[in-house]
Nanobody, 122 residues
Framework: VQLQASGGGLVQAGGSLRLSCAAS????????VGWFRQAPGKEREFVAT????????YYTDSVKGRFTISRDNTKSTMYLQMNSLKAEDTALYYC????????????????WGQGTLVTVSS
């Protein structure tokens, strides 16, 4: 599966952005998908994941209550709605797909998009 992330940009603290990730080349609904991010000088970290049907989601503690992951299998697209953004959310955001039933570790995801940059100004 090929993944293409979009929707990043510059936003003030407290603002919102919605990231999208369009999939192609394989049956999108058969994959668990997720979002990761990597800030300058830091390791890539898990943000959120959603199972194939959308019935199960999981978030890292720092984004709970602010970010929402979702998917539309009819459009082969996943989303990350980000509200109440903070300066510490600034990072390159990657979408990823996994053949596993669930996952939150980068090594569990075999397919990656190119990343979209989110910059939050304080």
């Amino acid at each position: 599966v090929q993944l293409q992330a979009s929707g990043g940009g510059l936003v003030q603290a407290g603002g919102s952005l919605r990231l999208s990730c369009a999939a192609s080349g394989s049956t999108f609904s058969s994959y668990t998908v997720g979002w990761f991010r990597q800030a300058p000088g830091k390791e890539r970290e898990f943000v959120a994941t959603i199972n194939w049907s959308g019935s199960w989601t999981y978030y890292t503690d720092s984004v709970k209550g602010r970010f929402t992951i979702s998917r539309d299998n009819t459009k082969s697209t996943m989303y990350l709605q980000m509200n109440s953004l903070k300066a510490e959310d600034t990072a390159l955001y990657y979408c990823a797909a996994s053949s596993a039933s669930y996952g939150s570790q980068p090594r569990q995801f075999g397919y990656w998009g190119q990343g979209t940059l989110v910059t939050v100004s304080s």
